[in-house]
């Protein structure tokens, strides 16, 4: 629904190019006149007065005086009026409340046209403030695994999109275009802070930040930033897909067949771990709430997959003991092959 234009410069008796000193004047003589305390009881003179001050607020802001006069001159006071939409990501110009409120008892202090033209209100409808929230905003965070395993925190820097500082979001200055964001109204900044990253956090999860958006439009509350987990490769520990780590162990071939204790690597210091007797290369030993911690407390397990290896550079003594175990042995590992293998 259109709203009714308002001339400003017709209520307070000047010409479209009045100087400021011009405009002050008529508005403090057409004040003293109209003011309800000369005018007791007088609903015709507070209305006009009301206009008076509506219209020194907005020709008396240089800023508010442009947005104004870039309606064009072709309007007459009365006509229906539909504001243009607001500029995207451009800056609403906020309302300065005066103790100029205090005067009235009720009603509004200023008309639908300059609320809707100002961004205070929507056009459609009184009350609702023309406000919208900054939109969310994605991004992702590299980490160790040891990081997730005792929690940290990181500092994250996003592009931040918001008014330009130098034309405060017009896209002009001084009468020109705007050279520091070249008449966008907007400027990109980098924007940091640090994001407190919980113990136990999974990869791919999603932390929300509230707050750290997009900005907000004509005084609306930022987005949020949706901080995406990503879990660094780690150079001994394997990620499962289940939150499992998984450790490759390497051992001699006879820790294999003989069994013993060895140390075993894990998150938080090494551990003890017996190889029973006659293991196999291959095979997986749980080491049960040793591995990462998880997001409601406890531990995953530790899959420790054994790895049977042969010294590189055998001594002497080493081979010629391998030859004699090679003599006296019957053990052939491809028996099961029948033919085929030797
Ligand atoms: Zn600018």
Known sequence: MPVKFRDYYETLGVPRDASESQIKQAYRKLARKFHPDVNPGDKAAEERFKEIN???EVLSDPEKRRRYDELGADWKAGMDFTPPPPPPGGQTVRMHVGDL??????????????DVLFGNRR???AGFAFSARGADVESE???TLEQAHRGTSRAVTIPLEGPC???GGSGTKDKKTCSVCGGSGSQTRLESFTVNIPRGV???SVIRVPGRGGMGLGGGPRGDLYLRIHIQPHERFRLR????LELELPIAPWEAVLGGEVRVPTLDGPVEMRIPPNSQGGQILRLRSKGLAQPGGGRSDLYVRLKIVVPPKPTDKEVELLKKLAAESGFNPRESWNSGGR
Do not use: K, M, Y
């Not at 897909?241 to 499992?244: A, M, T």
């Open 54 to 56: 509506e219209a020194n």
């Open 101 to 114: 409120g205090d005067l009235f008892t009720g009603g509004e202090r200023f008309s639908d046209f300059f």
């Open 123 to 125: 056009p459609d409808g």
């Open 141 to 143: 965070v590299s980490i």
């Open 165 to 167: 500082p130098a034309c």
């Open 202 to 204: 999974q990869d791919g």
């Open 241 to 244: 897909d289940d939150g499992h």
